[in-house]
């Protein structure tokens, strides 16, 4: 039996995912320490894992530099869709250049045929890890903390990339000479370019896929509608930044459909009733950030940071990885009285706490697809799909793989080079 780092409980050693998170478990198993992978990156300890691979820790080899280097499982090599999907994320993390997204250094193909992607090191803690240990933050810090996060989300969207699961686990926070704590985005395995002339054209999903962490999802991406846009970023943001201020989750479910009809419903209570300190006017930020209706949300990333502005004050240059509870800093006077918050209830409801154990039994069930293939899906969200949707799979499932053929094209063509010089040589 093999004790489950992802949902506690004990699984069949013959099992690789877990059953109830869709995450590798174990992943030490099949990326063992010392090996050294095309050459250069000598793996060390595991970092993390989902359901594609794992990223673990690396050292160059000549440079013996440190290193974070994510893996795909050898037998996905064969399935373009997930290859191409981690190529686009490798893609998207360095197409921006901003300091607020983590550095992607390198990337390339296994002799198996498995994509690897080399990343910059950071050595810091998740923004769950902040919640859960210093939140509720003062308004200051996390007012501080969300602008970055948007300043990140603007520069990839500038690339016409949109995030899709923007959540706590892949926000680090990170020491900084210069401002004390920086925030690095991370983990674009299931972004999306939106194309120049097609603004309603899919790349790497299928009509009628759900993506993204379901806590933090906006409402038109639990539904599953194809034509998302970067909203849902910045509903995200809102969301995480309800967290930081009331260490609970904007919505809450006893299993995976309830949560997505809450969040589909969108009752919001106000971020107030789980924590009086947050003031009327942040209050109205947070709320227009996760309006149910993107049309009434924030138009995009700058605009939201433009009303964050008035509660961010002055740096006091903490340690990120100092966990301590900072007294409740009293925000500035507003200069511009941000829009007005949508009616809320009156009374809270019961709120997912981080520090639930159980809140966290289905987080991670990020992939709901009509393509069987994809793992894990709950039975009864299944049996719950449209059938305007089932019946737009062909034609989405074919625009899908041409788009994988697009994204593999350069590195197929590339490798296909160097086997022709080897043979030319030998």
């Known amino acids: ?49 989902g359901g594609m691979g794992a990223v673990l820790e690396a050292h160059h080899v000549l440079l013996r530099k440190k290193l974070a280097i994510k893996l795909m499982l050898p ?17 998207a993390a360095s197409s921006s250049g901003h300091r607020n997204i983590a550095l992607v250094t390198d990337v390339g193909r296994l002799p198996d045929g498995a994509i690897y992607v080399v990343m910059e090191h950071l050595d810091g803690i998740t923004f769950t890890q902040l919640i859960k240990r210093e939140a509720p933050l003062d308004s200051s810090r996390a007012a501080r903390l969300v602008d970055q996060v948007l300043a990140g989300l603007a520069a990839v969207h500038r690339h016409r990339i949109i995030h899709r699961d923007l959540k706590p686990d892949n926000l680090m926070l990170v020491d900084d000479p210069d401002d004390g704590e920086l925030v690095k985005i991370v983990d674009f395995g299931v972004s999306k370019m939106v194309a120049d002339d097609d603004p ?33 970023d910045v509903y995200a943001a809102g969301a995480i930044l309800y967290a930081l201020l009331t260490k609970t989750r904007p919505f809450h479910g006893e299993n995976y459909n309830a949560l997505m009809t809450a969040i589909v419903e969108g009752n919001l209570d106000r971020p107030s009733l789980r924590n009086p300190r947050v003031s009327p006017e942040l209050e109205a930020v947070v709320l227009k950030a996760m309006a149910k209706k993107r049309s009434e949300r924030y138009a995009d990333a700058q605009a939201f940071r433009a009303d964050l502005v008035p509660f961010i004050g ?29 009616a809320a209830p009156t009374a809270p409801s019961a709120p997912a706490s981080f520090e639930d154990p159980g809140s966290d039994a289905f987080k991670d069930i990020q992939l709901v697809s009509l393509d069987e293939r994809d793992a894990p899906v709950d039975a009864s969200v299944r ?11 062909g034609d989405a499932r074919a625009s899908e793989v041409a788009e994988a053929a697009t994204v593999l094209a350069p590195m197929e063509t590339a490798q296909a080079v160097q086997q022709e010089q080897k043979h030319a040589r030998e």
Do not use: W
């Open 314 to 342: 002055v740096a006091p240059r903490p340690s990120a990885l100092r966990i301590d509870r900072r007294a409740e800093r009293v925000a500035p006077a507003s200069t511009r009285r941000p829009a007005a918050a949508a």
């Open 1 to 49: 039996m093999l004790s489950c780092e992802h949902c506690g409980d004990e699984h069949s050693s013959v099992l690789r995912y877990c059953p109830r998170t869709g995450k590798i478990v174990q992943p030490a198993r099949f990326f063992p320490a010392g090996q050294v992978i095309d050459g250069k990156y000598e793996l060390g300890r595991v970092l993390g894992a």
């Open 383 to 393: 049996a719950a799909r449209s059938a305007p949707a089932a019946a737009a799979l």
């Open 200 to 232: 309603e054209k899919l790349a790497l999903t299928t009509t009628g896929t759900v993506m993204g962490t379901p806590y933090y999802m906006a409402p038109e991406q639990a539904r599953g509608v194809p034509d998302i846009d970067h909203r849902v």
């Open 75 to 91: 037998e996905l090599a064969s399935d373009r869709e997930m290859t191409a999907r981690m190529l686009r994320e490798a893609q």
